[in-house]
């Protein structure tokens, strides 16, 4: 059994890793990973570089600037395509569609969510028509609640939680996006160990599977398992779980969309990102090689 690390950029993702290793898919490929920890996005680029991590789940946008500075991080995999957010605001604020927030005051946090809402904005047109107002350690939705600002974006289960609390969501279109769980690693590790990132991925693969495939179990390793939103009722279990198993891709392969608009996320943050090709990042042929064997159509017995 080969011991692993794969910490995670948010612990917005463990309601789907903690379902991946419960199901017992990354051991039945000969791995022991150690997911459940947090890593900052300067010691993923550190340690990755190192070795003394061999996989990451995110680290989305820093990457493709920091290529030109001899960084060598590849993208392997990745689980999503697309950000499942909703439009979160008071019942009495006017507010009914994306136009309506003119004049708003619109609340982000973090580097990439805020990012996210930004690129949201600008694509709908409302770029310099409302304000972004940079959050720190406070949910977005109790933010509109207490009148902080105006609306917000949010992904499950905070639309639910807000919606009990009297909030109006309205739905957005979704965003194509590469983000939450990722399988990222570093060339060196890559080529030193390829038997080990194809077993990675196989993992992986398998758990999204089972994830997919096994509702109820799922829901239940959610409900007891994931503790950041607090204990979590059936209810929110079961509406994190129906909205993950509805974005998870099946197959690891992001949507170009969803690769065109990290890297403009990529280049907001750092201008020198567009000296970067953005798919020189993504190396598929792991997950091509194991596509083509038939193993991913075989787990929906296709």
Same mark, same amino acid.
């Given at each position: 059994?080969?011991?692993?690390?794969?910490?995670?950029?948010?612990?917005?993702?463990?309601?789907?890793?903690?379902?991946?290793?419960?199901?017992?898919?990354?051991?039945?490929?000969?791995?022991?990973?150690? /997911?459940?920890?947090?890593?900052?996005?300067?010691?993923?680029?550190?340690?990755?570089?190192?070795?003394?991590?061999?996989?990451?789940?995110?680290?989305?946008?820093?990457?493709?600037?920091?290529?030109?500075?001899?960084?060598?991080? =590849?993208?392997?995999?990745?689980?999503?395509?697309?950000?499942?957010?909703?439009? =979160?605001?008071?019942?009495?604020?006017?507010?009914?569609?994306? #136009?309506?927030?003119?004049?708003? =005051?619109?609340?982000?946090?973090?580097?990439?969510?805020?990012?996210?809402?930004?690129?949201?904005?600008?694509?709908?047109?409302?770029?310099?028509?409302?304000?972004?107002?940079?959050?720190?350690?406070?949910?977005?939705?109790?933010?509109?609640?207490?009148?902080?600002?105006?609306?917000?974006?949010?992904?499950?289960?905070?639309?639910?939680?807000?919606?009990?609390?009297?909030?109006?969501?309205?739905?957005?279109?979704?965003?194509?996006?590469?983000?939450?769980?990722?399988? #990222?690693?570093?060339?060196?590790?890559?080529?030193?160990?390829?038997?080990?990132?194809?077993?990675?991925?196989?993992?992986?693969?398998?758990?999204?599977? /089972?994830?997919?495939?096994?509702?109820?179990?799922?829901?239940?390793?959610?409900?007891?398992?994931?503790?950041?939103?607090?204990?979590?009722?059936?209810?929110?279990?079961?509406?994190?779980?129906?909205?993950?198993?509805?974005?998870?891709?099946?197959?690891?392969?992001?949507?170009?969309?969803?690769?065109?608009?990290? /890297?403009?996320?990529?280049?907001?943050?750092?201008?020198?990102?567009?000296?970067?090709?953005?798919?020189?990042?993504?190396?598929?042929?792991?997950?091509?090689?194991?596509?083509?064997?038939?193993?991913?159509?075989?787990?929906?017995?296709?």
């Amino acid at each position: 059994m080969d011991k692993i690390h794969f910490p995670y950029r948010s612990d917005s993702h463990l309601p789907f890793l903690h379902v991946v290793a419960e199901s017992g898919s990354w051991e039945k490929h000969g791995l022991q990973v150690e /997911y459940d920890y947090f890593i900052s996005a300067a010691d993923a680029h550190k340690n990755v570089a190192n070795g003394s991590v061999e996989f990451v789940g995110g680290n989305h946008i820093s990457t493709y600037a920091k290529r030109t500075r001899g960084d060598k991080w =590849v993208y392997l995999g990745q689980t999503v395509s697309l950000l499942n957010h909703r439009l =979160v605001v008071r019942a009495d604020s006017g507010i009914s569609k994306l #136009s309506d927030l003119q004049g708003k =005051v619109v609340a982000s946090k973090g580097e990439h969510p805020g990012l996210n809402t930004w690129l949201f904005i600008r694509q709908n047109g409302l770029e310099g028509k409302c304000e972004l107002k940079r959050m720190r350690g406070e949910k977005l939705w109790e933010c509109v609640r207490d009148r902080k600002v105006d609306a917000a974006f949010v992904t499950p289960p905070a639309d639910l939680f807000a919606r009990r609390a009297g909030l109006k969501i309205i739905d957005v279109d979704f965003l194509p996006m590469v983000w939450f769980t990722t399988a #990222s690693s570093g060339l060196s590790f890559v080529e030193k160990h390829p038997d080990i990132v194809e077993r990675f991925l196989k993992g992986t693969l398998e758990g999204i599977a /089972y994830f997919k495939t096994h509702r109820k179990e799922a829901i239940k390793i959610i409900e007891t398992r994931y503790k950041v939103e607090g204990d979590l009722d059936n209810e929110a279990a079961t509406h994190l779980y129906d909205e993950l198993a509805r974005i998870l891709l099946r197959k690891l392969y992001p949507t170009i969309q969803a690769v065109s608009n990290v /890297y403009e996320l990529g280049k907001e943050l750092d201008k020198d990102a567009e000296k970067v090709d953005p798919l020189s990042l993504w190396d598929f042929h792991f997950l091509r090689k194991i596509d083509d064997s038939g193993f991913i159509d075989n787990l929906y017995n296709l």
